[in-house]
């Protein structure tokens, strides 16, 4: 399948989701899992619906690994910040990324509180809603408003942060200049559903991602992983070196 028609096919889950989460009237708890809502389940049954009439596998947060193993792979969030979502709080998405043997290939990420979208090509740039993406260029961490998964146990010596919790939106925040830089704190750690998006939309528009441990990104499995995102390498270098 050429780039075009994996964009379309994950506008289209995108779109299933969000049709499903407006049928749905009780986003709460699930009673399955700890941290798992009746919104998560539906919006990764919409999803997979549409991914797997495409004959496409998918690593999903919610359903793990499912359809043909030989298929090109989505690495899904149905539901990025679904605590959000249940409590009201409208910084929420639905994160779909496909992954080959060279990395992140073609994102999608749609904020499904207010409608944007986000996407990404490998090497033809990221947009937010057809516009160009590109960060802010901070590079000092004096200066830098940074978003975080987790609760810091000190400053760094950051300008501010923001806790917002929907990792996929905060990395296409920095991608688009509204944080300068993005990293887990203190004993957060995040899924590679939770953030490859957002890191292939950081890296076509320009922004730098590491991970704090220098740990591989791109993974095809549930590791735990602490991805950071920068305007440029200096601030990135400088998120990496705080101790958070």
Same mark, same amino acid.
């Given at each position: 399948?050429?780039?075009?028609?994996?964009?379309?096919?994950?506008?289209?889950?995108?779109?299933?989701?969000?049709?499903?989460?407006?049928?749905?009237?009780?986003?709460?708890?699930?009673?399955?899992?700890?941290?798992?809502?009746?919104?998560?389940?539906?919006?990764?049954?919409?999803?997979?619906?549409?991914?797997?009439?495409?004959?496409?596998?998918?690593?999903?947060?919610?359903?793990?690994?499912?359809?043909?193993?030989?298929?090109?792979?989505?690495?899904?969030?149905?539901?990025?910040?679904?605590?959000?979502?249940?409590?009201?709080?409208?910084?929420?998405?639905?994160?779909?990324?496909?992954?080959?043997?060279?990395?992140?290939?073609?994102?999608?990420?749609?904020?499904?509180?207010?409608?944007?979208?986000?996407?990404?090509?490998?090497?033809?740039?990221?947009?937010?809603?057809?516009?160009?993406?590109?960060?802010? #260029?901070?590079?000092?961490?004096?200066?830098?408003?940074?978003?975080?998964?987790?609760?810091?146990?000190?400053?760094?010596?950051?300008?501010?942060?923001?806790?917002? #919790?929907?990792?996929?939106?905060?990395?296409?925040?920095?991608?688009?200049?509204?944080?300068?830089?993005?990293?887990?704190?203190?004993?957060?750690?995040?899924?590679?559903?939770?953030?490859?998006?957002?890191?292939?939309?950081?890296?076509?528009?320009?922004?730098?991602?590491?991970?704090? #441990?220098?740990?591989?990104?791109?993974?095809?499995?549930?590791?735990?992983?602490?991805?950071?995102?920068?305007?440029?390498?200096?601030?990135?270098?400088?998120?990496?070196?705080?101790?958070?």
């Amino acid at each position: 399948m050429d780039d075009p028609a994996l964009l379309d096919v994950l506008d289209a889950a995108a779109a299933a989701v969000r049709e499903a989460l407006d049928r749905l009237d009780d986003w709460g708890p699930a009673g399955t899992r700890p941290g798992q809502y009746r919104s998560d389940l539906a919006a990764d049954a919409a999803a997979l619906a549409v991914l797997h009439r495409a004959g496409l596998a998918v690593l999903s947060e919610e359903s793990g690994l499912t359809g043909d193993p030989s298929a090109e792979l989505v690495v899904l969030d149905p539901l990025d910040g679904s605590t959000n979502a249940a409590r009201g709080i409208p910084w929420y998405a639905t994160s779909l990324c496909v992954i080959d043997d060279e990395g992140p290939r073609v994102a999608v990420v749609v904020d499904q509180a207010r409608g944007v979208r986000f996407e990404a090509v490998r090497g033809e740039g990221a947009r937010r809603d057809g516009h160009p993406l590109a960060p802010s #260029g901070c590079r000092r961490l004096a200066d830098a408003v940074v978003g975080v998964s987790g609760l810091p146990a000190s400053s760094p010596g950051w300008a501010q942060f923001r806790a917002l #919790g929907a990792a996929a939106l905060d990395l296409c925040a920095v991608a688009g200049g509204v944080l300068d830089g993005y990293r887990p704190v203190g004993t957060s750690w995040l899924h590679p559903w939770d953030y490859l998006g957002g890191v292939l939309v950081c890296q076509e528009a320009g922004a730098v991602v590491g991970e704090a #441990g220098g740990a591989e990104l791109v993974v095809r499995e549930a590791a735990r992983r602490r991805p950071v995102a920068a305007a440029t390498p200096e601030l990135l270098s400088a998120l990496i070196a705080a101790e958070l």
